[in-house]
């Protein structure tokens, strides 16, 4: 078992890629959901029973993975670490006990196992291309699905620990910068985009999504009774849309309310390059206005600095990278020193 905990903080390869469609898709993920049939789900496991399917399982996955390790091995800052990247789930945080972490070094493929299911699997891609993605998963899953029999039902599909995640066995998400859909006052546009193709809304860090939430994770919501070329051509149908109506959001601005974009643009920039505590919110919040700039060319600065910051600017990442954080008011000090060595402002 490899002992990963002190890899270097740095932004993930996938975030860090350009794309023709990088202006507006950060990037996307393909997640596959399994649980063994006849099997309690990790939460009602006894501890030998969760070790043993760890056992089972990461004999067959280790050969597809370079790190390896048990997240209870972890401090609760190096899971919230992952979980901050986007490898783990949030209830693996607070409660690890026997779940195991598995993933390539440039992070784009991933898997867990005892996590709130048996085993998922991950890919996160740069843009959403979720064919290429599922493609790469296939020799995985399916020597998986030669060696285990999995928790099915006739009406419900693929079963999860949750029974919102029942169906199809997959979840594709796609993770956007909506700025201008926002500014513009058309998030109802988009919402109603979603619900018609069966897809969610969160926040990239949290649950739900309110009109102040400008980096959103879109994701395949209805998933019963759905295959995956289904869902598949239901979020890229979606995504197209929501696309054209942020880079439309972004010209109607331009065009009707140049002097009002510019400003708020450069407010934030200001703000980063003088304030001396900047809590995370605040701090999405001004990378908004920083990468619509960027991409609207207002700013004269790097849109892939602004994508490192907003992964590195995460309450684990920052304590990882600085050992003198001993409070809240020491990571938003070191969140705007972060910035402004990033951003080049001394």
Known sequence: MQDFSENRVNCPQWLCCDTPNSDIILGGEVLFIRNIENTPFPVALSDDKKKEIGEIFTEELVPYFENHSLLNKFEISDRYYYWERFLIPYSSILRPEYAHLLFDSDEMFSA???????????????????GSALEEAESVIERMDEKYHWATHSQFGYLSSNPARCGTGVILSAFCHIAGTLIANRFEQVRDIAKSHGLGINALWRQGVDSGSSFVKIYTKQLVGKSVEQIQNDITIAIDSIIQIERDSREYLMTESEIFIKD???????IISFANLIERMEFQTLLSSLRLGAFMSILPISAHTIDELLILGQQAHIAKEYNEIESPLDLAIMRAKLAREKLGIF
Do not use: E, M, Q
């Open 264 to 270: 708020k643009v450069n407010r934030a920039y200001g």
């Open 112 to 130: 867990v196992i005892d996590g709130s299911d048996h085993f998922t699997l991950r890919c996160l891609i740069s843009d959403i291309d979720f």
